[in-house]
């Protein structure tokens, strides 16, 4: 019988598309790259500077939650210091990053499925629902990760960002801030 690791390890390799030239692969690095920190930085900014105040509110909320989600996940990551899987793409990850679990990209995407739902609107939550476990699968696809990373960074991130959003009063951030709650 095999390990659960070995099973984890041999499904992740089946998943990988990255190694085949194809649409496959094109469609899973640009979706995964929609994970980045700075994709998120920008379309954090825009909807900022030129969203209502709903938009500028969520916003800062999800700013910080993400902020402090993403380093307790990577302390998490520097401590368990799991490998990456063996691969050839996803170079500027590897070298920022050698540590495979738990999967950023697929805490970013739990997180994002949870303030979705919390902060609204219902298009939104949707969009985060079917995002998250896009980009948990796209980190797979691409190689960079293996399953249980992803499974992992899921529910990692959903249940970081709950305890985040209920440790942190935001109602009291955002009135310094100038902002009305919603």
């Known amino acids: 019988m095999t390990s659960l690791e070995e099973r984890d ?11 085949e030239p194809g649409w496959k692969r094109t469609l899973a690095i640009l979706l995964t790259h929609t994970g980045d920190g700075g994709v998120w930085g920008v379309l954090l ?15 800062v909320v999800i700013l910080i939650v993400t902020i402090v989600v993403g380093l ?24 920022s990053d050698p540590n495979s679990f738990p999967s950023a ?3 970013r995407g739990g997180g994002m499925m949870v303030l979705g739902l919390v902060l ?21 696809l691409t190689g960079v990760h293996y399953v249980s990373d ?8 959903a249940a970081m960002t709950g305890l985040v959003l209920v440790l942190i009063d935001l109602t009291d951030i955002v009135e310094r801030l100038g902002f009305a709650a919603i």
């Open 120 to 140: 609204g609107p219902l298009w939104f939550a949707i969009a985060m629902i079917i995002w998250g476990p896009a980009i948990a699968l796209s980190r797979v």
């Open 45 to 59: 900014a825009l909807a900022f500077f030129l969203g209502g105040p709903d938009w500028q509110y969520r916003a």
């Open 150 to 157: 992803v499974i992992g960074g899921m529910v990692f991130g």
């Open 72 to 95: 307790i996940t990577t302390a998490v990551k520097f401590t368990v210091k799991r490998p990456r899987p063996a691969h050839e793409w996803g170079e500027m990850y590897r070298k």
């Open 105 to 107: 990209h697929a805490a």
């Open 9 to 19: 390890r041999l499904l992740s390799d089946q998943l990988c598309v990255v190694e």
